[in-house]
């Protein structure tokens, strides 16, 4: 055998033994929290909020962390949205190798880097500058600037795949650029922006440290942007700490919905972003 | 002699610090095929691209030099470049339809322009279907219009892409190197749709193909190396060229 094939056949192995490394830790991370969790996972654990003696194993579920969860993620990948969006099509329409753009993008390399804690203190501080407590709001903030720099990075990698020859077909129609933008740049790069809110929304909803200081935790059900609210990670991270194996369990059952929330809605944005698919100009 | 519809005037162009085109001087009459040949890299698609002032949308181009439309100058500053490219519409070589429907892609111009909001949808309806029959695709797709346009075969989008532009009224269509991605059949049918549109608008089609300017043009400008070696009747370049180089050319002994 030649030695280039001796190097194929090499380089073809490893590339299987990282994806048997990539793909079998997720399915021993899924296979731990089914096989832990699911025997407590009942009607009652996510129709209710925890009751009396709930952390010693009785009666009660974890509505409220992920009522909680819902909110946050939902409220932080909007707000992040609204702030994405114009600054992506800043990046790629109109400031495009531009000096501005550049230091943006390196911003947001940075930004996305810096571990989630320190967002948590960063939202914190404000917080106590400005006279809130840990609450919704709080929460939601700490996690939309978590947010961020993912959003503008995956749109901004989206709408720069749009090919320039379908943005001159608008143009050459006597189109402006904003309406080149609104009307055919984000139809074409509409699935790869679903993705970008989802990938955004995957990593808002899993965070703990971000939300420790900033929107708390309570036994309550959320009712207001400035009371403290509950959120899934550290319902995981609470029960887990107990002593109580019952209550441990629990922590597995907190586990499993979250990841079957995530699976839920990017289930759920796949098929909606179908529509746009059929559409798409390749 | 016919109209003069566009002049190019002492124009020049470049990428960077590249000169494509050097000080180019034409006239663009009315209502007939203008051809702009020449071999790869003569600078054909900068100079169709500079005459509707889409060439600035590319990254590092510069120009200098006027180029006018009925007398206007489309370079003078405050000139509303929306306006010049609602006049002068342009059919680029790949066909790209919109991410919408066939409906949709027609529409679209119309919609941007005003004409949708001032006018209801049965006009909208009537711009559609005169501008799909204009083109030649309207029996294809009558019966499909709200399906996605990037379903239709690559002959048809094109044809698509032609209606598109027509849909906007220009007086000037501006096509590069139309045909060059389609197959003959296909080809044949957008070559008939131009000469039964230059009956009523002026037309202007890059080529690099010498039998299709035979075929087409009523005049030609001839590019080498960006800058205009001959131009005038089709007649004229093809049976008494002046420059030698022109000579070489349609001869097919050089390009």
Avoid at chain 1, 117 to 144: D, K
Avoid at chain 1, 204 to 222: C, E, K, M, Q, R
Avoid at chain 2, 25 to 52: E, F, W
Avoid at chain 2, 195 to 202: A, D, H
Wanted: aromatic share 6%.
């Amino acid at each position: 055998m030649r030695s280039a094939q001796i190097e194929e056949r090499l380089f073809q192995a490893l590339m299987l033994l990282s994806v048997f490394i990539v793909a079998g830790s997720l399915f021993l991370i899924l296979l731990t929290i089914i096989l832990r969790g699911l025997p407590a996972l009942t009607v009652e654990m996510i129709t209710r909020p925890p009751e009396g003696g709930y952390y010693l194993g009785k009666e009660g579920g974890i509505l409220n962390a992920i009522l909680g969860s819902l909110y946050l993620a939902s409220g932080a990948t909007l707000l992040a949205l609204l702030l994405a969006l114009p600054i992506s099509i800043y990046l790629r329409i109109y400031g495009q190798r531009s000096r501005l753009s550049e230091i943006v993008r390196l911003a947001m390399d940075v930004l996305w880097g810096i571990p989630s804690i320190v967002y948590g203190a960063i939202a914190f501080t404000f917080m106590l500058w400005v006279g809130m407590r840990a609450s919704l709001l709080g929460g939601i903030l700490a996690l939309a600037m978590l947010e961020l720099p993912i959003l503008v990075r995956g749109m901004d990698e989206t709408l720069g795949s749009v090919p320039s020859a379908l943005k001159e077909a608008s143009y050459s129609l006597g189109a402006t650029r904003l309406e080149t933008t609104l009307r055919v740049v984000l139809r074409q790069s509409g699935p790869g922006l679903v993705t970008a809110v989802l990938l955004a929304f995957g990593r808002g909803i899993g965070d703990a440290a971000s939300v420790l200081f900033t929107a708390g935790y309570t036994d309550h059900l959320p009712y207001s942007l400035l009371r403290p609210v509950a959120s899934l990670p550290l319902a995981v991270f609470f029960q887990l700490a107990t002593p109580y194996p019952a209550v441990q369990e629990r922590a597995y059952t907190s586990a499993l919905v979250l990841t079957l929330i995530v699976l839920a809605i990017s289930l759920t944005s796949r098929y909606l972003s179908k529509g746009l698919l059929k559409h798409q100009i390749r | 002699m016919p109209r003069l519809h566009m002049r190019i005037c002492e124009f020049n162009a470049w990428y960077g610090d590249q000169a494509i085109l050097k000080n180019i001087t034409a006239d663009i009459p009315a209502q007939c095929i203008t051809a702009i040949i020449g071999p790869s890299g003569s600078g054909k698609t900068t100079l169709l691209r500079s005459m509707n002032r889409l060439l600035e949308e590319s990254e590092g181009a510069r120009t200098r030099g006027k180029i006018t439309l009925d007398g206007a100058d489309i370079y003078a500053a405050g000139t509303d470049v929306t306006e010049i490219r609602m006049r002068i519409g342009l059919l680029a070589p790949k066909p790209f339809p919109l991410p919408m429907s066939i409906f949709e892609n027609i529409a679209y111009g119309p919609r941007i322009h005003g004409q949708g909001t001032k006018r209801n949808r049965r006009d909208l309806e009537q711009i559609v279907e005169s501008n799909l029959q204009a083109a030649g695709l309207w029996d294809e797709v009558k019966d499909r219009l709200h399906t996605p346009a990037s379903q239709l075969s690559t002959g048809q989008q094109q044809r698509l892409c032609l209606a598109r532009a027509l849909a906007v009224g220009p007086e000037i269509l501006l096509c590069d190197e139309p045909t060059s991605a389609l197959d003959p059949i296909s080809a044949e049918r957008i070559e008939g749709q131009l000469k039964f549109l230059k009956e009523k608008m002026t037309i202007v089609v890059v080529t690099h193909m010498l039998r299709q300017t035979r075929r087409l043009a009523d005049h030609v400008l001839l590019l080498w190396m960006g800058e205009l070696i001959e131009g005038g009747t089709s007649h004229k370049l093809f049976h008494s060229p002046r420059d030698p180089r022109t000579q070489a050319y349609i001869s097919g002994d050089i390009g």
